[in-house]
T-cell receptor
Framework: DQQVKQNSPSLSVQEGRISILNCDYT??????FLWYKKYPAEGPTFLIS?????DKNEDGRFTVFLNKSAKHLSLHIVPSQPGDSAVYFC??????????FGTGTRLTIIP | NAGVTQTPKFRILKIGQSMTLQCAQD?????MYWYRQDPGMGLKLIYY???????DKGEVPNGYNVSRSTTEDFPLRLELAAPSQTSVYFC???????????????FGPGTRLLVL
């Protein structure tokens, strides 16, 4: 069973500080991982992705780290801004057309 | 370029009624998907399609049906609505997974369905 787990349902971070969202996964064959961001009453929007051949991918304030030995994925947001308050989902693809999503982490940025 | 559009935005159904959730995309994506999201849960895949005329079951297909007659449209049919189908439904589309964007899925705004 291909699973991704987001063990923290919520996270609060001071504006300007670093936000770190975590995701753990089981199994690993030709995986790729994506982070999605979701505002209330909207569909998820793609944020950043990483393939299993990489350890890190960076896009502006967002960096995703992949620790294959620990089977752990993290998203760093630096610096955190009020508009980053949303629910973040990690998702994992494993060589076919289907993604498996985590249950999400609600990030709240405190002004 | 509208992306992925879904209609209706919100609907209330009585138990046993049926309805079709509409989804359309204008990005020429081969792949399309239907998900449901229950409160506090992740996205569960209902059905997906890799091209016109080809559909397959996802994780939670019971109580639903789909068809894909064109590249652009992927309607989801609910027959005999049940309270357990109360959820938010998202449609998504993508290019195949092994492409430059890793098959990034683009989502519609969702349809909120309440079955009473």
């Amino acid at each position: 069973d291909q699973q991704v787990k987001q063990n923290s349902p919520s996270l609060s971070v001071q504006e300007g500080r670093i936000s770190i969202l975590n995701c753990d996964y089981t199994n690993s064959m030709f995986d790729y991982f994506l982070w999605y961001k979701k505002y209330p009453a909207e569909g998820p929007t793609f944020l950043i992705s990483i393939s299993s051949i990489k350890d890190k991918n960076e896009d502006g304030r967002f960096t995703v780290f992949l620790n294959k030995s620990a089977k752990h994925l993290s998203l760093h947001i630096v610096p955190s801004q009020p508009g980053d308050s949303a629910v973040y989902f990690c998702a994992r693809g494993f060589g076919n057309e289907k993604l498996t999503f985590g249950t999400g982490t609600r990030l709240t940025i405190i002004p | 370029n509208a992306g992925v559009t879904q209609t209706p935005k919100f609907r209330i159904l009585k138990i046993g009624q049926s309805m079709t959730l509409q989804c359309a995309q204008d990005m020429n994506h081969n792949y399309m998907y239907w998900y449901r999201q229950d409160p506090g849960m992740g996205l569960k895949l209902i059905y997906y399609s890799v091209g016109a005329g080809i559909t397959d079951k996802g994780e939670v297909p019971n109580g639903y049906n789909v068809s894909r007659s064109t590249t652009e449209d992927f309607p989801l049919r609910l027959e005999l609505a049940a309270p357990s189908q109360t959820s938010v439904y998202f449609c998504a589309s993508s290019f195949p997974p092994f492409t430059d964007d890793l098959g990034t899925q683009y989502f519609g705004p969702g349809t909120r369905l309440l079955v009473l």
